[in-house]
Nanobody
């Protein structure tokens, strides 16, 4: 009843930029939070940036000033503009949705993940 379609990502040189998109579709009644997490090899999955109901935005300290999350509410889509990319940003990035669906209780939903590699 819900799909998260991620796009963007790929290989970029240090200092470069990329933009990720995540479009949610399905029988969504309400969204409590939506954003991006990432997981690097050998590390735990961590928050990158997210919108929370009421308008609050959370960023990981490591990306503040470099990454910007934005949204298109009408399309249930979030974007992550990543500037000044560093090798340590290399990870699989996952779109996350915390939402209540029309026919289900509130739950957590994940995209398939997209690889970001920052390397020369």
């Amino acid at each position: 009843q819900v799909q998260l379609v991620e796009s963007g990502g790929g290989l970029v040189q240090p200092g470069g930029s990329l933009r990720l998109s995540c479009a949610a579709s399905g029988s969504i009644l309400s969204i409590s939070a939506m954003g991006w997490y990432r997981q690097a090899p050998g590390k735990q999955r961590e928050l990158v940036a997210r919108f929370i109901v009421g308008g609050r935005i959370d960023y990981a300290d490591s990306v503040k000033g470099r990454f910007t999350i934005s949204r298109d509410h009408a399309k249930n889509t979030v974007y992550l503009q990543m500037n000044s990319l560093k090798p340590e940003d290399t990870a699989v990035y996952y779109c996350n949705l915390d939402a209540r669906l029309i026919s289900r209780s509130r739950g957590d939903y994940w995209g398939q993940g997209t690889q970001i590699t920052v390397s020369s």
